[in-house]
């Protein structure tokens, strides 16, 4: 079965400072690899996704994830961050399981406090 | 535009009571989805349909039955309530098609406690 791993429960970082939020799967299969956000109160929104192409993504709030195929991992990063980033982040990844179906599996989630 | 909205937002059961969460979506999307959110556990899918008058079961689904009547309608509901079913529970659209490719859209979340 499909795993994803997101290494840190929870992350504090001061604004401006870089942050790095790691994933990693465990599929040897082709695979479409996403990051949602959750801010307090609110459901889920997509920040990027990887579907092929260049491994380098970019997605909303200056945010970018790298796909690095042979370490199976998917991390995100954000070179300055703002208070407003303090949300919940998931990796989720789809992997094809057959039959013509799909199977989308999150990862815990990680928990990124901005310190000002 | 709404997109994925859920009703209610909170809810206080005493064990062994029923209720039922109401998902709704305006986009004409043919997969819905329910999903718990527990501390530390992430995002656990309970059912999900892949179009109207379809169900199929989740990673979790005991304790918990759905309906998709209408296309844009996915019914979650509890029979008997258990303190264990205390959750946040998330509501999820995407567009039809067998693709693992498109994005699912959340609605706010519906908080349940259970006494």
């Known amino acids: 079965a499909q795993s994803v791993t997101q290494l840190d429960s929870q992350v504090p970082v001061f604004e401006e400072a870089p942050v790095e939020l790691r994933c990693n799967y465990s599929?040897?299969?082709?695979?479409?690899l996403f990051w949602y956000v959750q801010y307090p109160n609110q459901g889920l929104q997509l920040l990027l996704k990887y579907l092929s192409g260049s491994t380098l993504v970019k997605g909303i709030n200056g945010f970018e994830a790298e796909f690095n195929k042979s370490q199976t991992s998917f991390h995100l990063r954000k070179p300055s961050v703002h208070i407003s980033d303090t949300a919940e982040y998931f990796c989720?990844?789809?992997?094809?399981?057959?039959?013509?179906?799909?199977?989308?599996?999150f990862g815990k989630g990680t928990k990124l406090s901005v310190i000002p | 535009n709404a997109g994925v909205t859920q009703t209610p937002k909170f809810r206080v059961l005493k064990t062994g009571q029923s209720m039922t969460l109401l998902c709704a979506q305006d986009m004409n999307h043919e997969y819905m989805y329910w999903y718990r959110q527990d501390p530390g556990m992430g995002l656990r899918l309970i059912h999900y349909?892949?179009?109207?008058?379809?169900?199929a079961k989740g990673e979790v689904p005991d304790g918990y039955n759905v309906s998709r009547l209408k296309k844009q309608n996915f019914l979650l509901g509890l029979e008997s309530a258990a303190p264990s079913q205390t959750s946040v529970y998330f509501c999820a659209s995407r567009q039809g098609g067998p693709s693992g490719a498109n994005v699912l859209t959340f609605g706010a979340g519906s908080r349940l406690t259970v006494l």
């Open positions: 989720a990844v789809t992997t094809y399981s057959g039959a013509g179906s799909y199977q989308l599996t």
């Open positions: 349909s892949v179009g109207e008058g379809t169900t």
């Open positions: 599929s040897s299969v082709s695979v479409y």
